[in-house]
């Protein structure tokens, strides 16, 4: 029978996993890790290590001064591309109504969606990866030394050297915008895959910057192949594997000391009696996957890391759930991922962050699309925050907990704790957004109020 999902028919899928009869019918659901370890234990099982994130750290600190020079608009961050932590108590209160329960503790936004060069958290793993795959070459090539000053990457000559090489990536729209920025700007020839689900106004934007662009009438797996595909056939070029690329995961979890830094700035305490809550919206799971590492290595066993998806691909929650990581994918299970969170609409999972990630993650949870929405107009209206659908996903995720009573009582989160907790939403993009398209989301989620 060729409707069996990996040797079992779907009664016995859902009899094994019973959390797959709401998945699988698109409902919102939430399921806490059962194979949940220790920071230290977990951490261990990843294959990286902090000396990596420090390394990352390091790399991102040598580039700054060019980044500077390229894009001037980062000048007021002396070329360390970082976005702002902003506490937004309006918009837990509204939530609070909405869900019919106040939220005890702190709800702030962490807003990548504001973050530099292209105005998603993408800024950070997918600029990272061009950075680091720019400096492979020029040491490779003798034109760069340890100890140099990086803003001779950005003379004539260098750029007529990154010209030699193309960088490919398959995207559902952010990831090509930060990648394709980037690399058009070093002088690399620039190549993005995009699927169905990008936005026009990326596509244009890159094209204005000289990549080139190639449009797909399917999902973003079949981007990603024809960018690998692309890459393959060419011994100068260079492809974003976001499926499997450790060097992006390491650029994201960059974020987790900076956020320290900026917790420390407002005197938020995180620590045994102050536990610390942070909800990633997931697509492919390379971003959250990657700063919920940067977390753990920081604040240990007092982070809880959330990931949040749209309940038409809830591709990361399924592979992880089932153990099955990216041999599944949701349409196997015959969910649609068709969805207005256009950056988490990735069918299977990545290979890599799913088993590097699967003892650190608490906890799953999935959206409706139309609450996206919803969220996204409080957010407007509460906060002047304006950020896409697929950010918004987050901000559900402390009533999440607060129903997760099983949870709780095993993780020692009583009534004490949660009442000196810090929840942070992690705002993914929306900046770049189009005026008329962003009000045209606003709009709707208004009318769903
Ligand atoms: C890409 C993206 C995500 C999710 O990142 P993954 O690495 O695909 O899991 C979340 N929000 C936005 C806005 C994105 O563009």
């Not at 702030?108 to 993408?122: H, R, V, Y």
């Not at 305490?269 to 919920?292: E, I, K, Q, T, W």
């Not at 959206?367 to 107009?377: P, S, T, V």
Request: net charge negative.
């Amino acid at each position: 029978m060729n409707n069996e999902i990996q040797g079992k028919s779907m009664s016995e899928w859902v009899k094994d996993f019973p959390v797959l009869d709401d998945l699988r019918h698109e409902k919102e659901t939430t399921w806490f890790n059962s194979r949940l370890q220790s920071a230290q234990e977990g951490i261990a099982h990843v294959g990286l290590t902090i000396k990596d994130v420090d390394d990352a750290a390091d790399r991102l600190k040598r580039f700054a001064p060019l980044i500077m020079d390229l894009f001037p608009s980062i000048k007021t961050s002396e070329g360390i591309i970082e976005s702002p932590l902003v506490a937004v108590p309006d918009q837990s209160k509204a939530l609070g109504e909405r869900y019919g329960h106040s939220l005890p503790g702190q709800l702030w936004a962490k807003l990548d969606s504001e973050l530099p060069i292209s105005g998603s958290i993408k800024a950070r793993g997918g600029i990272y990866e061009v950075l680091k795959h720019a400096e492979d070459l020029a040491i490779e090539a003798g034109l760069l030394e340890p100890g140099d000053d990086y803003r001779k990457l950005a003379t004539p000559k260098m750029k007529k050297f990154f010209g030699q090489y193309k960088i490919a990536v398959g995207s559902t729209g952010n990831l090509g915008l930060s990648i394709g920025i980037m690399s058009a700007a070093l002088g690399f020839d620039a190549s993005v895959h995009m699927s169905a689900d990008a936005r026009q106004w990326k596509k244009d934007k890159l094209r204005a910057n000289g990549v080139h662009v190639f449009e797909y009438q399917s999902d973003y797996s079949v981007a990603v192949a024809s960018g690998r595909k692309e890459a393959e056939a060419d011994q100068k070029a260079y492809f974003v594997d976001d499926e499997n690329s450790s060097t992006l995961f390491l650029g994201y979890a960059v974020a987790g000391r900076r956020l320290a830094g900026q917790l420390q700035t407002y005197d938020v305490r995180v620590n045994a009696d102050n536990p610390l809550f942070v909800y990633l919206p997931c697509g492919v799971g390379g971003s959250p996957g990657g700063v919920a590492f940067g977390l753990k290595t920081v604040f240990g066993d007092d982070v809880h890391c959330i990931f949040a998806e749209p309940t038409h691909c809830p591709s990361m929650f399924l592979g992880t759930y089932t153990g099955l990581h990216d041999k599944i994918c949701v349409q196997d299970f015959g969910i649609d991922n068709v969805t207005a969170a256009d950056g988490l609409a990735c069918g299977r999972p990545s290979r890599f962050v799913g088993k590097a990630m699967e003892h650190l993650v608490d906890g799953f949870f999935t959206i409706d699309d139309d609450e996206l929405f919803r969220i996204e107009a409080n957010l407007h209206d509460k906060a002047g925050i304006d950020i896409e659908p697929s950010a918004a996903a987050g901000f559900v995720g402390p009533w999440r907990i607060l129903a997760g009573n099983e949870y709780r009582q095993k993780m020692n989160l009583d009534d004490v704790s949660m009442a000196h907790a810090t929840h942070i939403a992690w705002c993914t993009g929306g900046s770049m957004v189009p005026k008329d398209e962003m009000a045209g989301y606003i709009s709707k989620g208004e009318s769903l109020l």
